[in-house]
């Protein structure tokens, strides 16, 4: 059988077209750059649409005006970059709107660097845009899921009519693995809410604003209800080696594979220990954790960023068993051995006699 | 709360609906502007426009941040409403994916000339096919009378309580005048919402917009000078007066920019899904055919499970030796992954990549203490010759690098990489050479296999003959 080796960047927009995408809009930003550039070499090619806007800003509201039309539609940056798109991420939520965002994150905060980091898991699954709401958030490890996950992203945001991130990192998006492209979508489900300049459409209003403060507070406990059948319906993760497990490792995007290889070393010394990748950060598999509570003894977390998915850990953990960190940043990534050692250190005493 | 009245209008347009069943309380007939408010004239002129180019069902009014927030109570055609001034950029994502809609962006002059500035230039500058409404009022009317970008020179707004200083706050901006030195617009007038005339004048300036759009000529926009009485402090006839003698001077009427006789039309399509041309350009990337199993017979157990650093100077092919030996790899089925160093660690000229190969699913595609090291050229080797883990292999650019390793416990390989590529007559195809010792020196695959792989994943043929003598001199190099 033929296969590619790909960069998880071009596997995604890849993954994009797959899914129906013809529509880009962006600001270029290492190292996310080359998502735009291959949606520009492509895009026009198969008659879709790319812009270079004038800045985030400017593209996420392009999102906008594209997804009120009902069209599969993207765009893609760093972390410096979502900061700026994020009121735009506000108003795609207070107006249901379905939109794929990817955020290929770097270090910060500031300017920080363009090494890769997960400093934005609080600023892109706990908000950071106002209001009360909710993104589905989704975490690649290999140019494959780049692809996959793109694909999935686009589905449920139009299925829940919310907008999906596909948080990723630089390596995620730099590295090179064997691909195999699913087939493509060949129909894109209607959507009778959209404004598609039509006499069957020309009642249809998209629309954030709830002036009555009942109004609003029913728009939101709706969209709420939303995300309890999302959270029910769509939590997905990777299980590693936790049926025996003392140790639980937890780890998301390229931390999952780094955590990969130091299990293989201290599975070899005797070590039970496993792995749960969380491949979708909200809905969080937090029920999940809870059970592993039940059986291991203790968990770590590692994150490239100074502890912020280690908090969701915490909450599903509940502070029934202890939950250790090891977080590098500012574009450091840990090597194999150091997370060997941080495994040995959290590793459980009692698990140790056993 | 007013009604549309104000211009010489004998009908009601069909592109406002009679009643406003969006406005809370359903139902009414009276508008949310204050008496005396340009808002609703202009509504009016603009519905009579979409009514006589027949144009409502395909017309999208996006409705800004604004005294016309709720622009969508009113006007009967799909509707938008959007983030303060980010108007243009909507209209943009819209009308691309519609492009047989007509796209209405209506906006203040806080929304289009202060918070989105940078939208509509850019919107302008890209000639999107869209018609702006901009309504200067000299004052931000919604939040209660704040200064504007156009609040002119002593003017007092809240915010300038002591009379706008220009010195200080800047002059009024002239977004008409700014916007027509750009080369896409089409067509860019100043009109004012004062007596009859002056509005039989803007009406023909909407129509004329609209109809830009219509014919697909390009980006069009018509500034309005419009009342806010109550922020001006003023009865409505005070308001229409300080128009004529006080904005009408500082931002004069007129038509700005009108190229529509010399435009052709523009036409563009709505995205189309074309599977047929997905396909064809999926089948285009390169791709290797599977062959074998993975299972390193025949490979010194040293040498099996490589984890390879590759490192030169940037256009020494340092990237595509990686990925040529991570393809050779994958066409006999191993797991491979491949990464290069980016941003400031491939800054400064220097390039280096990851190469990971196993039987097994590859863990992390990091290579912090390579197995393997191919140093194309001397800082390479010297940086990279500590990390190489006892027992590995240093395979290096000797023609470069006239240092040794020093290192006693690895394999060292020296190979004249540069010298045999120029005898070749191509200094590039150094990294080959050293491909081909490295491959030769391990055992792990043959110089066919690399022939059989760069068949296949190279577009450009026309260097394959180059490149195989490449590699079989490097495979020669090492015996
Ligand atoms: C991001 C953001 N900043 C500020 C505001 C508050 N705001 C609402 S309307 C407005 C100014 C409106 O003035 P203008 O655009 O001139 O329209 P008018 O009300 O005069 O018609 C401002 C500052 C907002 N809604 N959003
Ligand atoms: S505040 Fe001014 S702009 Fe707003 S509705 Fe009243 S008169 Fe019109």
Redesign the interface.
Same mark, same amino acid.
Request: net charge positive; charged share 20%; glycine share 4%.
């Given at each position: 059988m033929a296969v590619e080796l790909v960069k998880g960047n071009d596997a995604l927009l890849r993954g994009a077209v797959l899914a129906g995408c013809r529509t880009f809009y962006g600001y270029p930003i290492t190292p996310s750059s080359e998502i735009a550039e291959s949606a520009a070499a492509l895009l026009p090619q198969l008659g879709g649409t790319f812009v270079q806007s004038e800045c985030e800003v400017g593209a996420i509201q392009m999102v906008y005006g594209a997804a009120s039309a009902g069209e599969r539609v993207m765009t893609a940056s760093s972390s410096p970059g979502i900061s700026l798109k994020l009121e735009g991420v506000s108003y795609l939520v207070g107006s249901e709107l379905p939109a794929v965002i990817i955020d290929i994150m770097r270090g910060g905060p500031g300017l920080g660097n363009i090494a890769p980091a997960q400093g934005d898991y609080f600023q892109v699954v706990k908000g950071g845009g106002h209001g009360d709401y909710r993104l589905i958030v989704l975490a690649p490890n290999s140019p494959q899921e780049m692809c996959d996950l793109a694909m999935l992203a686009f589905e449920l945001a139009d299925r829940y009519r919310n907008p999906v991130v596909v948080l990723s990192d630089g390596f995620t998006g730099q590295m090179m693995e064997a691909v195999e492209f699913p087939v493509p979508v060949t129909s894109i489900p209607p959507k009778d809410w959209a404004v598609r300049a039509t006499p069957e459409t020309s009642g249809n209003l998209i629309n954030s604003i709830r002036l009555m403060p009942e109004d609003l507070e029913e728009h939101v406990t709706a969209l709420f209800e939303k995300y309890a059948s999302i959270e029910a319906a769509e939590v997905r993760y990777e299980e590693v080696q936790t049926a025996d497990a003392e140790l639980v490792v937890v780890g998301y995007g390229i931390v999952s594979r780094l955590l990969r290889a130091a299990l293989a070393r201290v599975r070899d010394q005797g070590l039970r220990v496993g792995m749960l990748r969380p491949i979708t950060l909200w809905p969080y598999p937090s029920q999940r954790l809870a059970e592993l509570a039940e059986t291991a003894s203790g968990f770590l977390v590692a994150e490239l960023s100074t502890g912020q998915m280690v908090e969701d850990v915490r909450l599903a953990v509940n502070g029934r068993r202890p939950v250790a960190f090891h977080g590098r940043y500012g574009g450091a990534v840990p090597s194999v051995d150091e997370l060997v050692k941080a495994i040995e250190a959290a590793y459980p005493a009692e698990g140790r006699s056993a | 709360m007013s009604t549309m009245t104000g211009g010489a209008v004998l009908q009601w347009p069909e592109s406002l609906y009679r009643t406003f069943h969006?406005k809370?309380g359903g139902g009414q007939e009276s508008t949310h502007y204050c008496p005396g408010c340009g808002h609703g004239v202009l509504h009016k002129l603009i519905a009579e426009a979409m009514d006589d180019l027949a144009i #409502?069902? #395909? /017309? *999208?009014f996006i409705s800004p941040v604004g005294c016309s927030?709720?622009g969508?109570y009113y006007f009967?055609?799909?509707?938008? +409403?959007? %983030?303060h001034g #980010?108007a243009p950029?909507? %209209?943009?994502?819209?009308? #691309? %994916? &519609?492009p047989? !809609?007509?796209v209405i962006s209506y906006q203040g002059d806080g929304d289009l000339a202060a918070i989105g500035t940078?939208?509509i230039?850019?919107a302008a500058n890209?000639g999107e096919p869209i018609t702006v409404f901009f309504v200067n009022n000299a004052i931000y009317g919604m939040t209660g009378g704040q200064m504007a970008p156009t609040t002119l020179d002593g003017q007092r707004t809240t915010t300038s309580p002591r009379g706008r200083d220009t010195m200080d706050t800047g002059s009024p901006l002239r977004v008409s005048e700014l916007l027509s030195t750009l080369d896409a617009p089409v067509y860019i007038e100043r009109v004012a919402l004062t007596d009859a005339k002056h509005i039989m004048t803007a009406r023909r300036a909407v129509r004329k917009a609209l109809k830009a759009q219509v014919e697909g000529k390009g980006f069009s926009l018509v500034e309005v000078l419009s009342p806010c009485p109550i922020n001006w402090k003023m009865d409505p006839a005070e308001s229409k007066a300080w128009i004529t003698d006080h904005l009408m001077p500082a931002f004069p009427l007129g038509v700005y920019k009108d190229v529509l006789a010399e435009r052709e039309p523009q036409t563009r &399509?709505a995205? +189309? =899904?074309? =599977?047929d041309?997905? %396909?064809e350009?999926?089948a285009a990337?390169? !791709? *290797?055919?599977?062959t074998g199993e993975p299972t390193w017979d025949g490979v010194a157990d040293r040498y099996r499970e490589p984890q390879v650093k590759i490192a030169g100077f940037g256009g020494q092919g340092v990237l595509f030796l990686g !990925?040529l030996l991570?393809?050779v790899a994958?066409r006999r089925n191993y797991? *491979? /992954?491949?990464? $290069?160093a980016?941003?400031?660690e491939s800054r400064g000229g220097t390039a280096n990549c990851n190469v990971v190969i196993s039987a097994e699913p *590859?863990? !992390? $595609?990091?290579v /912090?203490e390579p197995s393997v090291l191919m140093a194309l050229n001397a800082p390479s080797l010297e940086r990279f010759e500590p990390t190489v883990t006892p027992g590995g292999v240093i395979v290096y650019n000797s023609t470069l690098i006239s240092k040794t390793p020093t290192r006693q416990d690895v394999e060292v390989v020296a190979v004249p990489a540069t010298a045999i590529a120029d005898e070749l007559g191509e200094t590039r195809a150094a990294n080959l050479v050293l491909l081909g010792a490295y491959l030769a020196h391990t055992g792990m695959f043959s110089a066919a296999e690399v022939e059989a792989t760069m068949d296949q994943?190279l577009k450009s043929h026309g260097m394959l003959e180059l490149n195989r003598q490449a590699v079989a001199r490097g495979f020669a190099a090492t015996t």
């Open positions: - | 969006r809370p #409502r069902e #395909r /017309t *999208v927030v709720f969508y009967d055609c799909g509707n938008v +409403q959007v %983030a #980010r950029a909507v %209209a943009t994502g819209i009308k #691309r %994916a &519609l047989h !809609s007509v940078s939208n230039l850019h890209r &399509l995205p +189309q =899904l074309a =599977l041309k997905v %396909a350009l999926f990337e390169p !791709s *290797v055919e599977r !990925s991570a393809n994958l797991h *491979v /992954t491949w990464l $290069p980016y941003g400031p *590859v863990a !992390s $595609p990091m /912090t994943v």
